[in-house]
C-alpha cells in the first residue's frame, strides 16, 4: 500500500495479491462535531470492486459507514455520508453518537482481494441546518401510484420508499385523498420501509421477521459444494445467498392461507438427514414442503397437499435471511435476483386437479428442480438419503435411552459438511462464509473421530498454504485471501490441528508449517517482558476482544499445546496465579488486564486441550460453580458455545453437573425438529435480534466433543477414560467405530451396566453401576 499526494488529491495504491486486507489513507484532526451533518469527498479509482469505509475515531472508539461492493468511478464522482448514515462501529464507549474526533480515515478494504488505485479529496465537513427532507410517502387512494419508487399497498393506503428525496413531494399519478410525508428516519432501508409496511398488512402477507419476530432457518447444499440453500421454519426457499425466496400459500374454500393461519411443523428425514420438512396443517387441508440437494447442487424442492386445496407459489424479493442479520450477508430484502427462478411455475398443485376420493383424502404432488451450479443433475430422493447416511453413519452412535442425542451429532455433522466449500470448513453459509483456523481445527478434531479423516487433512494443507513466510498463521481466510488482522490463538491451533491428524491417523504431515508456526510463537513471547513475560503478545483473541486487544490466555493455551514446553507451562501459570492475586479473584481468569470471568473460555484448556494441569484447582472450580449458579438467574440471550462447558465438567469428574447442561441446551435447539443451534440462543423465543449463523458448526462441534467425551476420552498421558460422563439413562449405549489415539475403539454399556470395550489398550472403566448414576 502506498499513499501519495498530488496536490490537494490523495493517492492510494494497493495490491492485496488476492488475500484480505485494508488500504487506510488517515487525517489527525480535533474536531467538535455539530448536531446534525454529512462528510462530503470526491473519488474516482482505477480497481476493481472493493469495500470503501469512512470512519471517525475517538480513541478508541470508531464510528462508520461502510460501502460494500463498491464500484471506484472512472470519472471524478461525489460521495456523500450524512450523519444518520454513521454508526458505532466498536470501542470500549459501547456505543452513542460521535461528539468529538481526533481522526478520520478513508479505508479501501479487499473485497475482490484485487489491486488498483484511487484518488480522493480530503473529506469535508458541513454542516446541516435542520430541513424537512422527506423519506417516504403515506397516501390514501385507491389506485394512484408514484412513478420510478418503491412502492407497496395495503388496502386503500400506498406506501412509498423514497430514500434521500429532495424536500418537495414527488409527482403522484393518479387521485389521492391524503398525502402524508415522512421524514428519512421513518425508514432509512429498504428492511425499515418493509417493516413498516407489514405491521400495517395482514399478519403473514410478509416474512415473519418483518412484523418484529425471530424467524429461523436451516441449511442444505451437498458436501463440500460451494452454493447453499436455505429453508425457512414457515416453508419459504431461499435458493441463492441474497436472493429472492419461493414462498408457499394454500388456497382452501377460495380463501389464501399464510403460514400465519396455518399450524406448523418441522422436521429431518430418518430424524438425522439434511433433507428437511415443512409441514401445513389446517382444519381442511395439509401441505407438506420436502428440500433436498443431490451430490452435484441440483436443490430439489418436493410439495405434498392434501385435502381440498391448492397450493400457490410465489417468487418473493426477500430472503430467508431475515433483517436482523447484518455481518457480511444482510438479510430481509433480496440482492440478487437469478433467471433460474424464472421457471418456479406459479400453481404447484392448480385448483381442480385433484385423485378421486373424499376431499379430505386427496393428494396432489409436485416437484421443482434449481440448479445451484452448472452441472447439477436431478438425483432421486432415495439416492440422496442413502449417500448421507453411509456419511453420517460410519461411527454408530446409539444411545437407546436418549437417541436424540444420536440423532443431533449426525444431523450437525451433516450441516458442518454442508457448511464447507471444497477444503474450505466453515462455520456458516451466510454470516460466517469464512474459513477460521479456530473453527477448522476444532471442527476436524470431531471428524477425525468420526471417520471423515480425509476432509480434516485436505482442510489442514490447504489452510497451511496460507501460512506467511515468518510463521504467522492467519486467523481467517475467505475469496480474498488471508485475514491480516491478529488473532494470536491462530498459531497454536495450526500445530494442535496438525498434531491431531498424526494422533489420529498416524501421519506426519506439514512439519515444516508446524515447526515455522511455532518459531513464530516464540518470538511472540519474546517480545513481552514485566508482569506479560513468557506470554504470546496481546490480540483480540478468538474475536472476544475486540474492542481492545489484550493478552488471553485462551491464545495462551492453545500455544502451549502446540509449543509445549516445561517453561512456556509455566509462564502461563504463574501469570494466572498472579493475575488471581493482583485481583483477589476466586475464579480462574480469562485475561492478564481485564481479569474477566469466562469460563467458556477456560474450558478450551480442559476439552480438547487437556491442559488442566495448568489451572490452579481451588480456583477452577469454583469458576464453575459460580457459572452454575449464574445459570439459574434469568438471562436474555447467551451464545451456545458454553456447550464446550459440558465436557470440561465431564473431565473435571463433575457429571451430574456436565449432564444437567446436556438437557438444558439440547432444550434450546431451535427448531427442535431440525436439530440445530445458532450462534446465539434468546431465551425469548420469539424475540428478534442477530443469531450469528444457523446452524453454526463450530457450535455444534462443542456439543459433539462435549458427548464423545462422556463415552471415551483421552488424558494428557494418553489414557482412555471410558464412560465418564454417561448416565444410566442412555442406557443401552453403543459407539464405533470411535478413532482414538490407540485405534478404533468399540464402546458397548448394556442396560444392566455391564461395560465393553473393544480395540484399546490402555483404558479405564469410569462407568460407574450405582443406583445414584441416573
Known sequence: MRLSREGEINRLDFDFHGHGGYAIARREVEVDLPANYQFTFRIRGEAPIETLELKLIRGDDVWWTNRRDFAFPREWSTVVTKKRQISFAWGPSGGGDAKHINAMEVVVTAGSGGKGTVWFTDPVLEELLVTNEIGGLIIDCASCSVPDALQERVGNQLFVWLPDAPTQTPRIAGETRSVTTQPPSWAPAKNDFYSIVAKHATRGEYPRYFVGEQSYWTVIGADGAENEALVGEDGAVEPFKSGESIEPFLIVDGKRLTWADVDITQSLAEGDLPIPSVTWTTKNASMTMTAAVSSSSMLQLRYRVRGNASLRLEKRPFQVNPSTQFLNTEGGVAKVFHPELKHVPEWCAPPARFSKGAPEARTTRCEIDIPLQAGAKHEPFEKIAADWREKLHRVAIDIAGAPEIGDTIRANLAYTLIHRDGPALQPGSRSYERAWIRDGALISSLLLRLGHAAIA??????????????????????????????????????IFLIDEIERYTGEKILQSHKEAAARYINELRAQNHGEFEGLVTESISHEGYSAKPVHSYWDDFFCVKGVNTPDFRRDVADSIRRTIDKHQLDYVPASVELADF?????SIAISPLGLATLLPEKELRRTYEKYLSNLARPRADYTPYEMRNIGALIRLGEKNRALQLVDLFMLDRRPRGWKQWAEVVRTEYRKAGFIGDMPHAWVASDFIRSVLDAIAYEREDGTLVIGAGVPRRWLPLHVGPLATSQGAIDVRISRNGKVDVKGARNYVIAFSESPSNK
Do not use: I, M
Not at 501460512?467 to 497454536?492: I, L, W
Not at 469466562?598 to 477456560?602: C, E, I, L
Open 457 to 494: 487433512k485436505q482442510f489442514a494443507t490447504w489452510f497451511a498454504s496460507f501460512q506467511y513466510d515468518n510463521g504467522k498463521v492467519p486467523c481467517c481466510v475467505d475469496k480474498r485471501g488471508a485475514d491480516p488482522v491478529p488473532e494470536n490463538d491462530s498459531h497454536g491451533e495450526l
Open 598 to 602: 469466562d469460563p467458556t473460555s477456560t
